[in-house]
């Protein structure tokens, strides 16, 4: 079974940052696209960033500048650096890859990590 591991989150005053990851376990054969996304309490799941096999990066307009994510497909794992980060950036992140495993390739989600900003 594939599964899809966030670690990372935690509370932290406005203007300081942390480090999410992501890691993808189980019968991988190729992740294509992996992302991140983010719900807020009462909000709709946005998208926050996404990165392509090859690098090739993506970035919601509120995280332009203060966000970045990164990858390392030897170890099937994908980061989001956060810095200057604001009370508006709470909110539960996902974590979100494209996988091909033993089952025909589908989209898979994380449990979600909480990050709480404090202004």
């Known amino acids: 079974q594939v599964q899809l591991v966030e670690s990372g989150g935690g509370l932290v005053q406005a203007g300081g940052s942390l480090r999410l990851s992501c890691a993808a376990s189980g019968s991988i054969f190729r992740i294509n696209a992996m992302g991140w996304y983010r719900q807020a309490l009462g909000k709709q799941r946005d998208l926050v960033a996404t990165i392509t096999s090859g690098g090739r990066t993506n970035y919601a307009d509120s995280v332009k500048g203060r966000f970045t994510i990164s990858r390392d497909n030897g170890k099937n794992t994908m980061y989001l650096q956060m810095n200057s980060l604001r009370p508006e950036d709470t909110a539960v992140y996902y974590c979100?890859?494209?996988?091909?495993?033993?089952?025909?390739?589908?989209?898979?989600w994380g449990q979600g990590t909480q990050v709480t900003v404090s202004s």
């Open positions: 979100n890859a494209d996988i091909l495993s033993t089952s025909p390739i589908r989209a898979y």
